[in-house]
């Protein structure tokens, strides 16, 4: 079955640089739509950023566009989450989501559109 595990969160300070990484199994990255999404304590689950990894299509939240970087390596199934310029309002449980199969209509910051997720990686940015 499909399986997403996240790691690489962390404590940094804002201004700082995080990876998050999401090794999955089960399926191949190669033609799927993969997505991270954060939770903050009481506020909704948020598409932070989506890829078509099949359809070379990639799209991110406004509040995080030009900081975050989404990319995976086929070859190790693995989607990655590259942060930089960190700010306290970052601070929020990252999910990795996918979706097996899916098409250049896609909505990939739709958390609905997404049926497997992980488990999370805790990312604190202190001030």
């Known amino acids: 079955q499909v399986q997403l595990v996240e790691s690489g969160g962390g404590s940094v300070q804002a201004g700082g640089s995080l990876r998050l990484s999401c090794a999955a199994s089960?399926?191949?990255?190669?033609?799927?739509?993969m997505g991270w999404f954060r939770q903050a304590p009481g506020k909704e689950r948020e598409g932070v950023a989506g890829?078509?990894?099949?359809?070379?299509?990639?799209d991110y939240a406004d509040s995080v566009h030009g900081r975050f970087t989404i990319s995976q390596d086929n070859a190790k199934n693995t989607l990655y989450l590259q942060m930089t310029s960190l700010k306290p309002e970052d601070t929020a449980m990252y999910y990795c989501?996918?979706?097996?199969?899916?098409?250049?209509?896609?909505?990939?910051?739709?958390?609905?559109?997404?049926?497997?997720w992980g488990q999370g990686t805790q990312v604190t940015v202190s001030s």
């Open positions: 089960g399926y191949t990255i190669r033609w799927s739509c």
């Open positions: 989501a996918a979706r097996t199969t899916c098409t250049r209509n896609t909505w990939l910051l739709g958390k609905t559109n997404y049926p497997y």
């Open positions: 890829s078509y990894i099949g359809g070379g299509r990639t």
